[in-house]
């Protein structure tokens, strides 16, 4: 098993910051991929960005320029820095993480962290 902690979330008002981090613990032999999705009210949970196990990223248009993702192999965990967020950037932001070996399918999920940007 995997234990997914996210941490980070908050208010913050329009153009402001926020760095989100999820911290991986268990039985991890490697962790492949890493990503970030979000989920706001109505809608359902799309991705973010991602980043695999070497290091190359990949994020959604919306957030380019904006959102920076990383991680630390060594600790298991990764970030996501937001910058300039938006109302739009509201949502409840999971972590996912696919790890080698038996496990889910669509990987392991965090609980969630509520972001909500203010206008």
């Known amino acids: 098993q995997v234990q997914l902690v996210e941490s980070g979330g908050g208010l913050v008002q329009v153009g402001g910051s926020l760095r989100l981090s999820c911290a991986a613990s268990g039985n991890i032999l490697r962790i492949n991929n890493m990503a970030w999705y979000r989920q706001a009210p109505g809608k359902t949970r799309d991705l973010v960005a991602y980043?695999?196990?070497?290091?190359?990223?990949n994020y959604v248009d919306v957030v380019k320029g904006r959102f920076t993702i990383s991680r630390d192999n060594a600790k298991n965990t990764m970030y996501m820095q937001m910058n300039r967020l938006k109302p739009e950037d509201t949502a409840v932001y999971f972590c996912?993480?696919?790890?080698?070996?038996?496990?889910?399918?669509?990987?392991?999920w965090g609980q969630g962290t509520q972001v909500t940007v203010s206008s």
């Open positions: 980043i695999t196990s070497d290091g190359r990223t």
């Open positions: 996912n993480v696919d790890v080698l070996g038996p496990g889910p399918k669509d990987g392991y």
